[in-house]
């Protein structure tokens, strides 16, 4: 049964850092990667995803890379803003179904 | 392009009422539609999905149901609702074909009182 981590759960910085978020899942047996931002109370929106024959994914400031091998994903916020705070999920796509992480909830200060 | 909608954006219901969150999506065919609940503090759980009229796959055993009556319409019901119901029900469909990216809708917040 895939199981995904995140860590950390929760990071605090100020704004202009550079800042890396982990996700590991345990079944390397995976279609895709796929990151999500989630403002509260909001649904999710997708920021990228990862093709399991792809190591790696780039939007704007995000970059995200995989490898299934050692079941690890990270994303990587450059240059962060306020308007970055929000909660990062990532989830691991089996057979048309998405296993998610708990996310991890990011505060960027001014 | 795609848009999904949910509705009711919020709800108050009491235990023991029945449910019925509505989901549709415009802009493509034949999608795969899928239910998820998210409860306070803790992570997305899949419900239910279906990859065609009248499919259904349950992945967790409760009291609620789901129906999908038409090709872009997902509902999902209770006949009487838990205390334990509670929580932001997010529906989501994929193309179903290739990278099997899923995009969300806004969501329902459920309370039940």
């Known amino acids: 049964k895939q199981e995904v981590t995140q860590i950390p759960a929760a990071l605090s910085v100020p704004e202009g850092e550079n800042l890396v978020l982990n996700c590991s899942f345990t079944?390397?047996?995976?279609?895709?990667l796929q990151w999500f931002r989630q403002d509260p109370g909001k649904g999710l929106t997708s920021l990228l995803l990862?093709?399991?024959?792809?190591r790696e994914q780039t939007s704007g400031r995000l970059n995200a890379s995989l490898d299934k091998s050692s079941g690890r994903s990270t994303l990587y916020i450059a240059a962060s803003q306020p308007g970055d705070s929000a909660t990062y999920l990532c989830?691991?796509?089996?057979?048309?179904?998405?296993?998610f992480g708990t996310g991890t909830r990011l505060l960027v200060s001014p | 392009s795609q848009t999904i909608h949910q509705w009711p954006a919020t709800l108050v219901q009491p235990v023991g009422s029945p449910l019925s969150l509505e989901c549709t999506v415009e802009?493509?065919?034949?999608?795969?539609l899928y239910w998820y609940r998210q409860a306070a503090g803790r992570g997305l759980q899949l419900l239910f999905y279906?990859?065609?009229?009248?499919?259904i796959s349950s992945e967790v055993p409760q009291n609620l149901s789901a129906s999908r009556p038409q090709d872009r319409q997902f509902i999902l019901s209770s006949k009487k609702l838990l205390l334990s119901d509670s929580g932001f029900y997010l529906c989501?469909?994929?193309?179903?074909?290739?990278?099997?990216?899923?995009?969300f809708g806004p969501g329902t917040r459920l309370t039940v009182t």
């Open positions: 989501a469909w994929s193309s179903g074909l290739g990278s099997y990216e899923q995009y």
């Open positions: 079944d390397s047996a995976i279609y895709n």
């Open positions: 990862i093709q399991s024959s792809q």
């Open positions: 989830a691991a796509t089996g057979f048309q179904k998405l296993v």
């Open positions: 802009g493509t065919s034949n999608p795969n």
């Open positions: 279906s990859v065609g009229i009248g499919q």
